[in-house]
């Protein structure tokens, strides 16, 4: 009897313990959810709307070296609206005010993950 009742506190904890409570700066989770329907999961931009827009690979050295932390939040924040050099449009929606500093922060951190 009492070993059953252990267990089942040991369960809720772990529920409690599982809530998404703590999971609003979880740049993995954003990522997936906001960024790799175009950006693709790895961030190589081989996905079906990154093909079509021609969206490069951001997971080069190059790329990391020329995107600083600075750069990549005035991206999420202001979004893109461009041509790339053969002609396709290239639209980033501006997420200012749908992203809290905290989840950018959280996002750029990852996208460093995804680097080579
Ligand atoms: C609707 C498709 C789309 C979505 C969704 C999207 N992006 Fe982009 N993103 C683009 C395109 C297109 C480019 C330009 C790619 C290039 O030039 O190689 C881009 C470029 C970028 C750049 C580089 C900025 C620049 O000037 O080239 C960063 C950083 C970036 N995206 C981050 C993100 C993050 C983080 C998310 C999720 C919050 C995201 N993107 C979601 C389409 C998208």
Do not use: Y
């Amino acid at each position: 009897m009492r070993a059953w009742m252990s267990l089942g506190a040991a369960a809720i904890l772990v529920l409690v313990c599982l809530r998404p409570a703590h999971a609003d700066a979880d740049g993995a989770k954003d990522w997936k959810a906001k960024c790799q329907a175009c950006h693709g999961p790895d961030g190589k931009g081989k996905t079906k709307q990154g093909e079509k827009m021609g969206i490069g690979d951001i997971t080069t050295k190059e790329w990391q070296a020329t995107f600083t932390d600075a750069k990549i939040t005035e991206t999420i924040e202001k979004g893109l609206n461009r041509k790339s050099k053969d002609g396709k449009v290239q639209k980033m929606t501006a997420l200012k005010g749908k992203l809290t500093p905290e989840q950018i922060k959280a996002l750029i951190a990852h996208l460093r993950k995804l680097a080579k």
